[in-house]
């Protein structure tokens, strides 16, 4: 079946723009989360969202990060006024809602901030 | 709070030859533990997993054995492949949690 699905796959901003990454997880998944993941790091957790409700948002670098999934499904990750140090990887997992069901990761979304 | 270390890379091997990635872990109660890979281009990939002490995960050829005495769940394989180039990342998930906290992840380079 078809996996997590993120889009874009690259994303090119200048500095103080807005961007939008979108996350499409595998169907039926109840829990999804986003990572951001800098060069040479391991992902680091931003927020985590049990359908539409966004029970954990504690790694959100800051009030310009934002994350809806207002369905229940798609969720979008928002970042206000770019900075060059927004520029990472970003990834979406989702799972069941089932304890020890493992997270399935999309590509990813790489954002350069120039 | 929850913590993972791993063994800093790259590592470089020779086809055929044996493999060891350390990892770490500090959680409080009994966390999930996973390795996941990320090959070049690609996504992260769940390898194998363990959710409990002393079981021992499995999956093409490697294996990891959760040991809650040493606080550790070191990846291993008995003879790689240059297919397992990648990076490998340990990771945990708490026992109250649902979040992933992962190891700075290690670069494999296997040479044939």
């Known amino acids: 079946g078809a996996g997590v699905s993120q889009s874009p796959r690259y994303k090119v901003a200048k500095r103080g723009q807005d961007v939008a990454l979108r996350c499409d997880p595998i169907?039926?998944?109840?829990?999804l989360f986003w990572y951001q993941q800098a060069l040479g790091q391991g992902p680091e957790f931003l927020t985590y969202?049990?359908?539409?409700?966004?029970?954990?948002k504690s790694g959100l670098p800051s009030d310009r990060f934002f994350a809806e999934r207002p369905e229940g499904s798609v969720s979008t990750l928002k970042i206000q006024r770019t900075q060059q140090e927004d520029s990472a990887v970003y990834l979406c997992?989702?799972?069941?809602?089932?304890?020890?069901?493992?997270?399935?990761f999309g590509d990813g979304t790489r954002l350069s901030i120039l | 709070g929850d913590s993972v270390t791993q063994m800093e890379g790259p590592v470089t091997l020779s086809e055929e030859a044996f493999l060891t990635i350390n990892c770490t872990y500090t959680?409080?109660?009994?966390?999930?533990l996973f390795w996941y890979v990320q090959y070049p281009g690609e996504g992260l990939q769940l390898l194998l997993k363990?959710?409990?002490?002393?079981d021992k995960g499995s999956n093409k050829g490697f294996e990891a054995t959760y040991r809650k005495e040493t606080t550790s769940f070191h990846l291993e394989k008995g003879s790689v492949q240059v297919s397992d180039s990648a990076v490998y990342f340990c990771?945990?998930?708490?026992?109250?949690?649902?979040?992933?906290?992962f190891g700075a992840g290690t670069i494999l380079r296997v040479k044939s």
């Open positions: 997992a989702s799972s069941p809602y089932l304890i020890y069901q493992p997270q399935h």
């Open positions: 169907s039926g998944h109840v829990s």
């Open positions: 969202f049990q359908n539409e409700a966004q029970l954990d």
């Open positions: 959680a409080t109660g009994y966390p999930s």
């Open positions: 363990a959710t409990k002490a002393d």
């Open positions: 990771a945990l998930k708490g026992e109250y949690g649902n979040k992933l906290v």
